[in-house]
């Protein structure tokens, strides 16, 4: 099986590498894996002046699964727009169709006092957010920034087909089936005619899952209960957008953005994995960075795409074993605990494994 490594910039290319030495662990154990590592997002731009070079789209399109870092800086906000690392990330997303993206939202009971919220709001908190990837106001036509009547007017559009909102409310649906059967469908119906669409077609598919309990929220109401009873949800489905900033603020719930990993599929389970956060330029270079969610979504790509759950669940428990001996990066540290950088963490996880 051939995996491509997209370090990408800032603290990316920092928590590959400890995610790395897990693929490389698991390799002299067995498993029967290539890693190829290529560049996308602003080192790819340094390199070949394009965020998603074509030796890249090569290297993706025939690997068996991709797991990334993350791209961007502040160094390329004045480039032309098709030039930023972030278009080479929604690039290798829509190339290869990954429009399914999970984002599991899992508190480690070890982690209850660092959240920012109270331990009883958190203890136990178990979502599924499933985000659609490769649509909605992020690629809806058209969009720019034009000269109209004498000033500047800056434009997107939402947009949702019904077959893409079928597709991911299926993936949500069978996800609700495998869990706690309950589904709740994010939308803004009371002003957005496409979010309306979105609800309309999450409730005709729902007819074909008897048993699972849909509901649905406005997304505004879904940003306050998040953080007033997080643990009413079980998976939770919205667009592009919408899922972005939800993901970023649930993942609080769980100590920190450090900590969540995620899974981009398309329909052959063909998989990206990726921390959900950015390459965090304000630590970037410091050995300060949590690898934790890079090393978890190495979990999830044996879970997904090469269907080693053993492996997988042997990942998160090696992570679990390290938090519960009291090794903490500075984003979840508490005092009286011990304070890791970047590459000790990877060695504490490392430690776990071979056990
Ligand atoms: P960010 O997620 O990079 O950082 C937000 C905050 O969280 C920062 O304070 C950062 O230090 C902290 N943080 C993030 N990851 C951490 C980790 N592993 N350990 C400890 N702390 C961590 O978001 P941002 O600052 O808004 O964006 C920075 C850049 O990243 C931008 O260029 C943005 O476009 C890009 N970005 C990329 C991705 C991706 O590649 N998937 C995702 C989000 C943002
Ligand atoms: C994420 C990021 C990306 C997104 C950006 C960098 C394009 O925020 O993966 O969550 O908005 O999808
Ligand atoms: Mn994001």
Redesign the pocket.
Known sequence: MKIVLLA?D??GPE?VAQAERVLLFLKQQGLKIELEPALLGGCAVDATDEPFPEATRKLAAEADAIL?G????PRYDTLPREKR??QG?LAIRKALNLFANLRPVMLYPELADVSTLKPEVVAGLDILIVRELTGGIYFGQPRGIEYQEGQKVGFNTMHYSEAEIQRIAHIAFQAARKRNGKLCSIDKMNVLECTQLWRDVITEIAQSYPDVELSHMLVDNAAMQLVRDPKQFDVMVTGNMFGDILSDEASMLTG???MLPSASLNDQNKGLY??????????AGKNI??PL?AILSVAMMLRYSFNEEEAALKIERAVQATLRQGYR?E?IYEIGLKKVGTIEMGDRVLANLQV
């Not at 993350?70 to 800086?73: D, E, I, L």
């Open positions: 990408g800032g603290i928590i990334l993350a791209v961007g800086s690392p972030e990330l920190s953005i450090g990726e921390p959900i956060h950015g390459s965090a330029p304000d630590i960075a949590n969610a990066t984003d």
